[in-house]
């Protein structure tokens, strides 16, 4: 049994975070979930909220946070094209002065810090699979720079905090990763194809489909971070964390259709600027360092990926049927004297 911690879990209302606290939990500890819920949300975290050893607040890291903990994850930040392009600045200050608040608090309490980047440090890479050793092929100053830039400048705050102060940092590159507490307008193929569907709705592909995704379960994520904020002092990272099996774009969406029994056509968008062509993680360095490869198969990460959306449409759709109608309506008029 591993001794029982404080730990501090920012963006934990989100998709990976809130995995990551009930993880925590189950493992005897106690958590503290941060989000500003720009994407996180509620719902996620609800279950939760009756555990003794869990405390949720509404905070933006952007601005500095006290409490004292025995350890940080430091998830935050909106991860998909749609939700942060809405607000391209706010990310640049969540992702850098979010992880300067955060180290600064680490190093008062001189606690460990786990920082949650990402393979979009890699670009559009030119080097296939990725290795933790490539420097990457960003665009600076595109309209995804917000994200990759601001995830790039984090992991140099995180390695200068640790060269300079000693701090105990561990970095890991997520690559795309799916499974049950999606935002339904993520905006990523996962959660695009299998809600348009469930709706029978024409799937939509920007560019041809032959670019490539390589796609992890959120269980699988999760038990990477554990394993990397529990290693060694000297492993600090960057590690790649994904699921090494690459696919065709075009060959989810085939796959979506035929597990969903949709009757949806796959029609075609032009590529959005700077959208990589291939993405596939090397995880030598996560195999040697930490024992750690994925487990659950694609096909069985995607049905109870489709589960979760199957009940979370037919929640809504329950919902909207159960508001009256504006002409059922009584008006209610109220007399002050």
């Known amino acids: 049994m591993l001794k029982s911690k404080s730990i501090l879990v920012t963006g934990g209302a989100g998709f990976l975070g809130s995995h990551l606290c009930s993880r925590l939990l189950a493992d005897g500890h106690q958590v503290l979930s941060l989000d500003n819920y720009y994407t996180g949300q509620h719902k996620n975290i609800a279950k939760l909220l009756s555990n003794p050893n869990f405390k949720s607040v509404n905070h933006d890291i952007s601005e500095p946070f006290f409490e004292k903990v025995d350890e940080i994850y430091n998830l935050a930040c909106p991860a998909s094209p749609v939700h942060y392009q809405k607000d391209r600045i706010q990310t640049m200050k969540t992702s850098v002065i979010g992880a300067m608040n955060l180290l600064n608090l680490a190093r008062k309490h001189n606690c460990r810090i786990f920082q949650a980047s990402t393979s979009e440090i890699y670009g559009d890479p030119e080097q296939h699979p990725q290795q933790e050793k490539y420097w990457g092929n960003v665009n600076p100053i595109g309209p995804r720079a917000c994200y990759d830039e601001g995830k790039r400048c984090a992991e140099t705050l995180f390695f200068d905090y640790q060269r300079q ?173």
């Open 165 to 337: 102060f000693d701090l105990e940092i561990k970095v890991a590159r997520i690559f795309n990763t799916y499974g049950p507490n999606m935002h339904p307008d993520d905006g990523r193929v996962v959660s695009n194809f299998i809600v348009q569907a469930l709706k029978g709705e024409p799937i939509t592909i920007y560019g041809d489909g032959t670019q490539t995704r390589s796609f992890c379960y959120v269980d699988d994520l999760v038990e990477g971070f554990i394993r990397l904020m529990n290693s060694a002092k000297d492993i600090t990272g960057p590690i790649n964390l994904g699921n090494p099996a690459e696919f065709t774009v075009r060959d989810l969406a085939t796959k979506v259709i035929e597990m969903t029994g949709s009757k949806s056509k796959i029609i075609y968008l032009d590529l959005p600027t700077d959208d990589p062509t291939r993405r596939r993680p090397d995880i030598s360095r996560a195999k040697a360092e930490l024992g750690w490869q994925p487990v659950v198969p694609l096909e069985m990460g995607l049905q109870m990926t489709i589960d979760y959306f199957e009940k979370e449409l037919s929640v809504a759709a329950k919902a909207v049927m159960s508001k009256p109608h504006q002409a059922d309506i009584t008006p209610v008029i109220t007399v002050h004297n």
